[in-house]
């Protein structure tokens, strides 16, 4: 830990972590919002995830990220004290103590949503297509719906993860019951105003073989993978005529919503992007 008590510790916990973003958003958040802390990364060993949040928080450490693969593990540490959007998604990236209880949120949704939003594609009224159906997609369906999709239509290489998705939030969220749908790549037919890849298939220099997307005038096609070079998705996307991010936004945006749970101040993402972008640009 940092010697020095004015310092508010931070840290993010994965395996592997070492390439992480996180301290310098962190860092770039506590400059522009005058909170003086310390970000770290802490590499965990695969067995001893709660010993080492545990250690965290006991020499006074103030909020902790988790990546992967801990999220889920983070999301039972915390069971009794899980925000709505932690519960639903079954994993947590973002931990705190709080009257010497463990809390935990997923701020991956929200930070999509404030993605969406900067790009000027807010969620409210459109028809959406998730492309994948593990962690990342299922942390971002309830924070989808409560900002008012109209449709929104999940698929996968897997088709029956899709569908037991689909089916299990229609259940934990009957209000949305009638806009979720789920099926396989094949199945992806609709005129969609977003389209969002939740996969992995970039990291692999690949996109996933959707049959029957068509894109809205306007539509965006948003791959949550970031890259230096627009990703196979985005490409394919682009040359349908979409409009095309990637995910570094959702980075640094689910970074500023847990900046915010800590804190209780919410920064300003915009002048982290273009930093970031640099570097990416440059790695
Ligand atoms: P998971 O391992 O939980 O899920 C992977 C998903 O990708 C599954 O749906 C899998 O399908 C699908 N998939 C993998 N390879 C292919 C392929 N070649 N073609 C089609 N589908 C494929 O990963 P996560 O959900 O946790 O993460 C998904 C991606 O989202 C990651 O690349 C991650 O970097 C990114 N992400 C970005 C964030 C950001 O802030 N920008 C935040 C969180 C995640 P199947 O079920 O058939 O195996």
Known sequence: MN?????KEFAVVGNPVAHSRSPAIHHHFGQQT????????????????TSVVRRFFEEGGSGLNVTVPFKQQAWELAHNHLSQRALLAGAVNTLWMKDGELHGCNTDGIGLL????????????KRILLVGAGGAARGVIFPLLEAGAS???????????????????AEQLPDFAHQLSGGGLHE?????DIVINATSSSLSGETPPLQGVQYAPE??????????????FMQAASAQGARIADGL???????AASFAIWNGIQPDIEPVLPELRKQLLAS
């Not at 010697?3 to 310092?7: F, G, I, K, Q, R």
């Not at 992806?188 to 969609?192: D, M, Q």
């Open 3 to 7: 010697s020095d008590v004015h310092l």
């Open 34 to 49: 005058g909170i003086a802390l310390h970000y770290r990364i802490i590499e965990s060993p695969l067995d001893a995830f």
């Open 114 to 125: 404030a993605d969406l939003r900067r790009l000027g594609n807010d969620p409210a009224g």
């Open 151 to 169: 449709r929104l239509h999940i698929v996968n290489r897997s088709p029956r993860k899709a569908v037991d998705l689909a089916g299990q939030m």
């Open 188 to 192: 992806a037919s609709g005129n969609w």
């Open 219 to 232: 539509a965006l096609a948003y791959d949550m993978v970031y890259a230096a070079t627009p990703t196979p």
């Open 249 to 255: 936004g959702m980075l640094v945006a689910q970074a």
